[in-house]
């Protein structure tokens, strides 16, 4: 997407080799234009799969995932972070490690929210190892429910998120490619 590509350019910071800080138009002041166009192109890659919802995790998945919703005509679903404090029974619960901050955190999901028959599109901000994918991919299973797509607005193609999925056999459209990170340094994968 080349809108997105060029916003990362003008506006990414490459903090290390492996952080990217978007924090003017996604992870804390949001576009919500770009958001938009995002959300219409998850829809045209996914729009013919049956996707019955969209699934993200807080916070910086739900701009572009509910764009992706309205558009899709479905619901969405935010994976809360923290530990749920009603009871385990009422909800899926799965705990993900975070290496880009070095924390725990536990993925949370009501069964109110979804059943055996969903298929389910999960889109989220960034893919790097694939753990917090891996975390929601493992809250959607355990209510019976099928993950037919992964949308993803910046992927860090040198890190390994992308393979394990891919291994694992799911169907992974991002927006952005990153091949190289450094100081002063944003590279994308060619296409
Ligand atoms: P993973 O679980 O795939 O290792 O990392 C994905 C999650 O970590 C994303 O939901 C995102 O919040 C965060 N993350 C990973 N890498 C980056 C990055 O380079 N920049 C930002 N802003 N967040 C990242």
């Known amino acids: 997407m080349n809108l997105l590509k060029r916003r990362i350019l003008q506006e990414g910071i490459a903090l290390n080799q492996n952080v990217l800080k978007v924090d003017s138009f996604l992870n804390h002041q949001v576009d919500p234009k770009l958001m938009y166009e995002m959300g219409k192109a998850f829809k045209d890659y996914f729009e013919n799969c049956g996707i019955t919802k969209v699934v993200t995790i807080e916070s910086s998945g739900i701009a572009p995932a509910v764009m992706t919703a309205i558009q899709m005509n479905i619901p969405m679903i935010i994976l809360k972070k923290q530990k749920s404090k009603i009871l385990s029974g009422e909800v899926y619960q799965k705990t993900v490690y975070s290496f880009t901050k070095n924390v725990d955190y536990e993925l949370t999901l009501s069964k109110k929210y979804i059943c055996k028959d969903d298929k389910v599109l999960i889109i989220d901000d960034f893919l790097a190892y694939g753990e917090a994918a891996l975390g929601a991919i493992s809250v959607i299973e355990q209510a019976g429910a099928n993950v037919l797509g ?42």
């Open 150 to 191: 992964i949308g993803i607005v910046i992927e860090k193609s040198f890190q390994p998120g992308r393979k394990i999925l891919e291994d694992k056999g799911y169907n992974i459209y991002s927006l952005a490619k990153i091949s190289k990170l450094g100081e002063g340094i944003i590279e994308f994968v060619e296409e």
